[in-house]
């Protein structure tokens, strides 16, 4: 999101359980786009409040998971905000080999960057990939 559109909004990533460690095939195929993903961590939605986030601050949460999706739906009973559901392949066990998986991981991350640009419309020219 921070690729296509830059600073114009605040986003937060977070899922439903803290891996803390992100998948080294998200990390690589990212890296082809210019995203750096190898520092980046996740948290769930508790850490989120506990570090200090103010869910009330946010209009919409993207739920990439059916799981996600139902924890998210438990936050709208006690905030205000909008929640999509936005079914994207879960690659993390398809392929055999090393060049599958990264194709199904690409397959995934292009899903979502059409998903961002058919939400939000296309991105600024100053911040396009």
Not at 78 to 105: C, N, Q
Request: proline letters at 5%; aromatic letters at 10%.
């Amino acid at each position: 999101m921070k690729k296509l559109y830059g600073q114009r909004t605040y986003v937060q990533s977070a899922g439903v359980k803290n891996d803390m460690e992100i998948d080294g095939f998200a990390v690589a195929v990212c890296k082809e786009m210019g995203i750096e993903l190898a520092r980046h961590r996740s948290r769930s939605f508790e850490e989120m409040q506990q570090w200090g986030d103010d869910l009330s601050g946010f209009d919409l949460v993207v739920a990439l998971s059916p799981a996600s999706q139902r924890q998210a739906l438990e936050f709208t009973r006690f905030f205000h905000l909008d929640v999509e559901y936005w079914p994207v392949m879960d690659p993390s066990g398809i392929g055999e080999t090393r060049e599958a998986k990264l194709t199904a991981y690409r397959q995934a991350r292009d899903q979502i960057r059409d998903r961002m640009i058919a939400r939000f419309g296309p991105p600024p020219e100053d911040s396009a990939p």
